[in-house]
């Protein structure tokens, strides 16, 4: 079984400029979760989405990220326009189940660097 | 904000010793997962335990859970250092898995 992909896996900013990241969690998957990973700190949800509707963005940052789930498949998530502090690992992670507290799947992340 | 907080935050033993990792969190939960970090890659599930569970084992590892002190504890015997990574622990609630801050561990030959 293919696992949740993501791309890139490395990208470099400067700063006020636009990114974007993909993600294509594992087949049949109804939840996908975007985190953010500053470095030396655990992971912090960003957004969850079932199928393509929202379920919790609360810690999203709406003035500057925007995520879509289109078709409820593969995911985009955008930051628009990047600030220093953005510099982080961004994970995307699937589930199959509805409920977000059971395993979580997890993608090997996007390094972002704003310089 | 990180609802789990690993103690200590690095651990550094030698190969075939135990590793001994400890995570307490704040509210009810209905789970807690421990996860292991590579590095430079994404998360891998390790073992999940529910709230009216007080050990799990799997492989080398065992978990306990302490719901009344809010506290857990990853046990890795036998280390290898292939165990080498970050490993946090995550408290599962209702609407959403919060990870902690982490324990870097080293195993050295």
């Known amino acids: 079984e293919a696992g949740v992909a993501q791309s890139p896996r490395y990208k470099i900013i400067e700063k006020r400029q636009s990114v974007a990241f993909w993600c294509n969690p594992i087949?049949?998957?109804?939840?996908l979760y975007w985190y953010q990973q500053i470095l030396g700190q655990g992971p912090k949800l960003l957004i969850q989405f079932q199928n393509n509707g929202v379920v919790d963005d609360s810690q999203l940052p709406k003035d500057r990220f925007s995520a879509e789930r289109l078709k409820g498949v593969d995911s985009t998530l955008k930051i628009q326009p990047a600030k220093l502090e953005d510099s982080a690992v961004y994970l995307c992670?699937?589930?199959?189940?509805?409920?977000?507290?059971?395993?979580?799947?997890f993608g090997p992340g996007t390094r972002l660097t704003v310089l | 904000s990180q609802q789990g907080e690993e103690d200590p935050q690095a651990l550094s033993i030698q190969e075939g010793e135990n590793a001994t990792m400890n995570c307490s969190y704040k509210?009810?939960?209905?789970?807690l997962q421990w996860y292991r970090q590579n590095s430079g890659r994404g998360l891998v599930h390790l073992i999940l335990?529910?709230?009216?569970?007080r050990e799990k084992h799997s492989g080398r590892l065992r978990v306990t859970l302490d719901t009344s002190k809010k506290s857990s504890s990853l046990l890795i015997t036998a280390s290898r250092a292939a165990d080498t990574a970050s490993y946090f622990c995550?408290?599962?609630?209702?609407?959403?898995?919060?990870f902690g801050t982490g324990t870097r561990l080293q195993v050295t030959l």
């Open positions: 995550a408290t599962g609630t209702a609407s959403k898995l919060t």
């Open positions: 992670a699937s589930s199959p189940q509805r409920v977000s507290y059971n395993e979580q799947f």
């Open positions: 087949s049949g998957h109804a939840t």
């Open positions: 335990i529910r709230s009216n569970e």
């Open positions: 509210t009810s939960i209905n789970n």
